[in-house]
Structure formats: structure tokens, C-alpha cells
């Protein structure tokens, strides 16, 4: 059965640096999604991206975020200068289209010390 | 603004007997509401959706949901709890209609199954 896989699985990073955040979501997926869960609160949205654009972001995902599709598998979030707030569970998602449910990667911890 | 309240933090259920998991959700236009299922250190497992049709919607591992438009609830139920169902459950809805659109979580239940 295909799944969303995400690497690394646990990211340790000093405040300040920038991380990547990899997933390759399933192959025949058109919408693409990054949510996050800090311990022990809610799965917050971040951002969606559909035709090589962003098409919807939250009031989380600000300028020291970014998305890209750099070769048509690969679907990344870079966070250009880490925060301690930013330590979290950074979840991928993807589905085939509007009707479908979103199926979730397994998550890369990120922590920032 | 679209959200999604789960009143229990945590349903203790005694293995055999049926569990219920409440959720209540508000969305502006038709809404699509799912529900997933967390094992600690895991992503998120989908459970079930409900999209239209039938208000009562079936999904995995024996577990259903029913829809309820005046109420605007998505509870999800199992006639007989399994000690292996204990894990971290979330509502969700997103509102149809609209492509790549986010969906909104609920803070999670906790459901313990005990033997």
C-alpha cells in the first residue's frame, strides 16, 4: 500500500539555522500539505500546495517559511531561521483531490535547542 | 471561521463494551469531516469520512460515525471496544467544495481501553 514518507525522522537543530523538512508523498497525489503538532496541543495547518503554488497558508506559516516542489516527487519545508517555538511534530500530508482524505506521513520531530 | 470541539479530553471504556468519541464541529458551507486515529510516536491514520449520503458512515477496524446536520456532530462509535483501540482520537473538517482546502482539528481525545 503506497504512503507519505517523511525524512529526517527526528531533526535537532540550534536556534537560528535553517532546516529542510522532506517528504515524498504518494505518487499519483495532486494536493500537498504541511501541518504541524507541538507536544501535547492540536495538529495545526500550515500550508497547502497545489499546481506548484501555494494555494492556502495559515497565520502560522510566515516569511520564515517556505514550500517547494523541486522535482516532482520531493515535497520540502524549509523554516530559514529556527525559533525555540518551532519545536514540534512536522507532519506531510497529500490526497488525490477535494473529495478524498488526506493521508499522513509518519512526521519529522523537530527540536530546537 | 471553521472548528472543531472535542468535549472529552480522555473516554475510559472497559473492553467489549461500545465506545463513543464526541465531536462537534462548525463550518460556514457543507462540511466534509473526518476522523483519525494517533498511536503514540505515529502519524495520523485516517479512520473514516463522511462527504454526503448516508449519515451513518463506516470506516476501519469496526469503527462508524454518524453525522448529525441539526446537531452538528460527528461522533464516532464502536459497539465492542478492543484494549488495541486505546490511542489518541481526532475530529476534523475541512469545508467542501473547495480544493486543497486545510483541515481543522479537534485537540484529540485520549480513549483508554481497559481489560
Known amino acids: 500500500e503506497p504512503e507519505v514518507t517523511q525524512t529526517p525522522s527526528h531533526q535537532v537543530t540550534q536556534m537560528g539555522q535553517e532546516v529542510i523538512l522532506r517528504c515524498v508523498p504518494i505518487?499519483?497525489?495532486?494536493?500537498f500539505y504541511w501541518y504541524r503538532q507541538i507536544l501535547g496541543q492540536k495538529v495545526e495547518f500550515l500550508v497547502s500546495?497545489?499546481?506548484?503554488?501555494?494555494?492556502?497558508k495559515s497565520e502560522i506559516f510566515d516569511d520564515q517559511f517556505s514550500v517547494e516542489r523541486p522535482d516532482g516527487s520531493n515535497f520540502t519545508l524549509k523554516i530559514r531561521s529556527t525559533k525555540l517555538e518551532d519545536s514540534a511534530m512536522y507532519f506531510c500530508?497529500?490526497?488525490?483531490?477535494?473529495?478524498?482524505?488526506?493521508?499522513f506521513g509518519p512526521g519529522t520531530r523537530l527540536t530546537v535547542l | 471561521a471553521q472548528s472543531v470541539a472535542q468535549p472529552e479530553d480522555q473516554v475510559n471504556v472497559a473492553e467489549g463494551n461500545p465506545l463513543t468519541v464526541k465531536c462537534t464541529y462548525s463550518?460556514?458551507?457543507?462540511?466534509?469531516l473526518f476522523w483519525y486515529v494517533q498511536y503514540p510516536n505515529r502519524g495520523l491514520q485516517f479512520l473514516l469520512k463522511?462527504?454526503?449520503?448516508?449519515?451513518l458512515v463506516k470506516g476501519s477496524y469496526g469503527f462508524e460515525a454518524e453525522f448529525n446536520k441539526s446537531q452538528t456532530s460527528f461522533h464516532l462509535k464502536k459497539p465492542s471496544a478492543l484494549v488495541s483501540d486505546s490511542a489518541l482520537y481526532f475530529c476534523?473538517?475541512?469545508?467542501?467544495?473547495?480544493?486543497?482546502?486545510?483541515?481543522?482539528f479537534g485537540k484529540g481525545t485520549t480513549l483508554s481501553v481497559s481489560s
Open positions: 500530508a497529500s490526497n488525490r483531490g477535494q473529495y478524498n482524505e488526506q493521508f
Open positions: 505518487s499519483n497525489h495532486l494536493y
Open positions: 500546495f497545489y499546481n506548484n503554488e501555494i494555494s492556502e
Open positions: 463550518v460556514s458551507g457543507n462540511p466534509y
Open positions: 463522511y462527504i454526503t449520503g448516508d449519515n
Open positions: 476534523a473538517v475541512r469545508e467542501g467544495n473547495q480544493a486543497g482546502t486545510a483541515l481543522i
